[in-house]
């Protein structure tokens, strides 16, 4: 998928994570497979002075990038947590509170 321009946003098929963050909107040249997340160029410079041995993928293997580190979204009990498995009793998506809650034991 290509970049698209919407009104006077420029919308991406990959945003940097890191960027997105500072809610600042840059297009993705690398995914990190060991983070799972998206860098822009700045970013991923930063991403591997810390993080050297991470398996980084360029533009010209985007079709081996995978979802994002939060693909499956936010817990609907706490908000604001990231979904971390599924409850198989429940079939319910859970955060880290909710498994460590009576419900999902």
């Known amino acids: 998928m290509a970049s698209a321009l919407v009104g006077s946003d420029q919308v991406y098929d990959y945003a940097c994570a890191p960027c997105e963050d500072e809610d600042v909107n840059k297009k993705a040249d690398i995914f990190?497979?060991?983070?799972?997340?998206?860098?822009?160029?700045?970013?991923?410079?930063?991403?591997?002075?810390?993080?050297?041995?991470h398996v980084k993928l360029d533009r010209t293997a985007v079709d081996k990038w995978g979802p994002p580190a939060d693909a499956l979204g936010l817990c609907?009990?706490?908000?604001?947590?990231?979904?971390?498995?599924?409850?198989?009793?429940?079939?319910?998506?859970?955060?880290?509170?909710?498994?460590?809650?009576?419900?999902?034991?």
């Open 32 to 53: 990190c497979r060991d983070c799972s997340k998206y860098f822009c160029v700045d970013c991923s410079s930063k991403h591997d002075v810390l993080f050297r041995r």
């Open 76 to 105: 609907m009990t706490h908000r604001g947590e990231p979904v971390i498995l599924l409850c198989r009793d429940h079939s319910a998506l859970c955060c880290h509170a909710c498994v460590t809650s009576d419900m999902h034991r």
